[in-house]
């Protein structure tokens, strides 16, 4: 609560307690009301209106002093601030009610005054009028301040969700981005490492010709690095267009074989006569598959021959890449797990299933299955 708010609630209850306070002590002049005698009646009364400065702190015990100064000298205005606030803190509850009955009943009995009874169903309908007024009050008050309560809590609630909906967002765009970045630059890399290790060992002027293809490749790692920055500066509000390839699909594994054989990699690729039509999510996951595989292969088992075969069976899609082995080359200790991880959430988005695991005669495998009927929408 703010000091300003704090300042003018405890000015509130200053004028409140004087001005209820006066009420009270301007009618135990001329109350017969009251078990103390008459010259008791203006202090009392003064006490009660002091009691009213508390009633924010403590409601309850507020209304019982008021409620004995009623008693005792006959000074009922105290009473109506007191009820409202104890039906503004507690609401539609058992204290409130409680509360409301024992001033209702104090208030209706003419405490010290003889033949009181006859007055009473007069009394009864003035003072249930008098305190109805306070406690309904109070009611609204307790309700509407609940009210806005859960609407506040309920705006912060969705604030948060909005929140970790935005952060879960940008986690799954950072995740897509290093999947990309991994897709892009570890594949050329292990094709430029392939290279430089047959540099190496080449001999009878080849050097100058794999040099060249080092020299191509990186080209090519340099033109999709600079195509998805470019995309990430568009989503930054970046003006200048940015020339995107179309995304790759079924038709883009051989061109990607052709590049990894121009790399040095020796790779056998089997095609059925005619490539069936996938949707966008199963092109997309079949040809980073063979990606994954190619870089994976010239890793952990350079020099080794690479069997890629797709297949079409039953309504199936079948994405087969198999090598046998080969070298470790200095790269394969410094993978960091993200490319079989992301292998497995594209296929899993694609509706099929991928199984990854070395050879029993030595090697590895990866084979994924996509589904043909009944195919996904395209995205």
């Known amino acids: ?24 002590f301007s009618e135990v002049q001329t109350s017969a009301i009251g078990v103390l005698p008459a010259v008791a009646g203006p202090p009392v009364a003064v ?7 508390f009633r924010r702190y403590r409601p309850l015990p507020v209304l019982g002093a008021v409620l004995l100064a009623q008693v005792l000298v006959g000074a009922f205005a105290p009473t109506m601030p007191a009820l409202f606030t104890v039906a503004r803190r507690y609401g539609n509850r ?3 009610w409680l509360a409301a009955i024992a001033a209702l009943v104090v208030s209706v009995v003419g405490w010290g005054a003889g033949a009181w009874w006859n007055l009473f169903f007069a009394r009864f309908a003035i003072m249930a009028v008098l305190l109805a007024v306070p406690l309904l009050w109070g009611l609204w008050a ?8 859960a609407l506040r809590e309920r705006a912060e609630q969705a604030e948060r969700e909005q929140d970790l909906r935005a952060q879960a967002a940008v986690e799954a765009e950072r995740l897509r981005i290093a999947g990309e970045l991994h897709d892009i630059v570890a594949h050329r890399i292990s094709q430029i490492t392939v290279l430089a290790g047959a540099l190496e060992v080449s001999a009878e002027g080849k050097p100058a010709e794999i040099a060249g293809t080092i020299r191509t490749t990186g080209a090519h790692a340099l033109t999709e690095m600079r195509e998805l920055l470019g995309v990430l500066r568009a989503r930054d509000g970046g003006d200048e267009p940015v020339p995107l390839r ?8 051989a061109e990607l074989v052709a590049q990894a054989t121009e790399a040095g990699q020796r790779v056998e690729l089997s095609l059925p006569p005619q490539l069936p039509p996938v949707p966008g999510p199963v092109g997309r996951a079949a040809h980073r598959i063979v990606l994954e595989a190619l870089t994976n292969a010239a890793k952990h088992a350079a020099g080794a021959e690479v ?11 079948d994405v087969d890449v198999r090598n046998g082995r080969g ?4 790269l394969a200790a410094q993978g960091s797990g993200f490319g079989l991880l992301g292998m497995r959430e594209r296929v899993a988005l694609a509706g099929g299933t991928v199984h990854s695991g070395p050879l029993a005669g030595g090697g590895y495998q990866v084979h994924a299955v996509f589904p043909l009927a009944g195919s996904l929408e395209e995205e």
């Open 47 to 53: 006490a009660a209106g002091v009691a009213l400065l």
């Open 94 to 96: 058992r204290p409130t």
């Open 142 to 149: 307790n309700q509407r301040a609940e009210t806005l309560a």
């Open 246 to 253: 179309p995304a790759p699909d079924l038709a883009a594994i």
């Open 327 to 330: 070298e470790r080359t200095a």
């Open 1 to 24: 609560m703010s000091t300003t708010r704090r300042i003018g609630l405890l000015i509130l209850d200053v004028v409140l307690a004087v001005g209820f306070g006066a009420v009270g």
């Open 307 to 317: 069997r890629v075969a797709l297949t079409v069976d039953d309504g199936h899609l």
